[in-house]
């Protein structure tokens, strides 16, 4: 999607720590919303009205947007427009855009946009990248919370707080395997190792299958 435009509000809002999100559509509720009164030829900048009925059908959906959204204003506008029309879980937002908003936060702006051109002209819609990008996360796991979605395997939780797996090896009693992994936390803290290790050591239990 690109900015609002005269695209028509599809979702309600909620007030969350004082800033605004766009609510989900729970699947299989839009009915009118993709009308062509409302995704016609006048709203161009409304998101894919295919693509957004397939989100509101419990596909996972996210959208690019075109090298026209080239400042953080834009941007900003984007990911209202996509979250407000839409049950968009990601983003993909061409490098400049996301350069010139990493450099703004350097100067000392906190949010991307504080402008009518962003949706961010007053306080509670105004929103740092990284705020998004939870607000996005927030989004797949409620989705993945529904009902409907226990089936799809590819809807589970992106962030998981526990994570278990089973290490199937055949290895002599005593023998010790060390598997290495990488560890992202290492880009955001001084001092951490770029991977981990897991040691896997042989015993004579047999693993249920």
Not at 103 to 127: C, F, H, I, M, W
Request: aromatic residues 10%; contains cysteine; proline residues 6%.
């Amino acid at each position: 999607p690109a900015g609002l435009n005269d695209c028509p509000q599809a979702h309600s809002t909620t007030l969350v720590n004082g800033k605004v999100e766009a609510d989900l559509r729970e699947p299989f509720t839009y009915s009118n919303v993709l009308s062509n009164a409302n995704y016609g030829s006048a709203r161009s900048g409304c998101p894919n009205k295919w693509a957004a009925r397939e989100g509101y059908e419990n596909q996972i959906i996210g959208f690019q947007t075109s090298n026209d959204v080239s400042t953080s204003d834009a941007l900003s506008a984007t990911l209202w427009n996509g979250t407000l029309n839409s049950n968009m879980v990601f983003l993909e937002a061409y490098e400049h855009v996301l350069w010139l908003a990493r450099q703004e936060k350097l100067l000392g702006n906190p949010v991307l946009s504080t402008a009518v051109a962003g949706y961010a002209d007053v306080a509670s819609r105004q929103k740092s990248l990284a705020a998004w990008s939870a607000e996005l996360n927030k989004r797949r796991r409620v989705i993945a919370s529904y009902t409907s979605s226990t089936k799809n395997p590819h809807m589970t939780d992106p962030y998981p707080s526990p994570y278990k797996f089973a290490f199937r090896k055949d290895l002599a009693p005593g023998e010790v395997q060390t598997i290495y992994f990488v560890n992202p936390a290492a880009r955001c803290l001084a001092g951490t190792n770029h991977y981990g290790t897991i040691n896997v050591t042989g015993s004579n239990v047999q693993p249920p299958f």
